[in-house]
């Protein structure tokens, strides 16, 4: 279930119209798979056998689709593509979930695939209808005449399902970053989902950047309290920004001064203590802290 990553830079550049399709993030999603399908087909023989295809884009431009904090986040939001970027507080443990069911309608006998929605925590709602969609025609005795009826069963049956059905499940807690909030504001924190190769890749204290569309998922309901909604993330993109929180002292000047430092205040860790704490938080320089 490696998915087939394409980078939007150079999508984009190739096709420069397509950038418009993303204020619409449904319609865009499909005529991208539908494209690499197609393309798929073309290259892969007939008789090979062929699972599904999953894409992957990646690093999406623009700072139309980027928020600076969780708070900016609202409901009209829901649908679309976004960027944050913020640490990682929680990470639940990946396991194995149901992604696509299928099913076959009881009176037509078509077969369709429906995907776990968000919104009931990533069970499956049975449609109201057959999809399909398929015209019978049959005599009415009343007109007679004969009439074309559309199937509207609402009798569907479960398929056993396949290997490619099952998918790498893992939901993920993240807080916005203090260096992108207001003075006084309080850090807010969202649910991020991930699929497939991105469960199980990053940790606690991670900084990541995620590439995401925004869904509604409702909260468990408990007698006598009111059913409330929260908004998540399901990621297409994880990014680890792990330069800007571990960094390496050079092989020049830094590592220098690192070691004339310590050198001259090894004998005395309370004289050194005073000068890291005068040089980053001068503020602080006399206080008992």
Sequence with gaps: QQPFTVNAMELFDACPTAYTLLENWPHFNDVLHKAATNAWDSVVNESSSRGRLYLRLMRVPGATFALASVQHMRVADVGRLVRIVGTVTRAGAAKV???????????????????????????????????????????????????????????????????????????????????????????KSIAVILFRDLAGQFQPGDSVSIEGVVCQRWKSAWQGKRVEVELIIEATYVERLSSELVRAPHDGGEREQFVRFWSLNRDDVWRARSELIKATAPWLSGFPV
């Excluded at 499956?124 to 049959?138: A, H, I, Q, Y």
Aim: charged share 30%; proline share 9%; with cysteine.
């Design 97 to 187: 979930i149901q992604e696509w069911r299928s099913f076959r309608c009881d009176q037509c006998a078509h077969s369709f695939r429906c995907r776990a929605e968000p919104a009931s925590g990533y069970e499956f709602d049975m449609p109201r209808e057959c999809p399909g969609g398929e015209k019978r025609t049959s005599w009415d005795p009343r007109a007679k005449r004969p009439k074309t009826l559309r199937c509207r069963s609402k009798d569907f049956s479960a398929l056993p399902p396949s290997n490619d059905c099952m998918s790498d499940f893992q939901e993920l807690r993240v807080q916005d970053q203090m260096q992108a909030l207001d003075v006084g504001a309080v850090p």
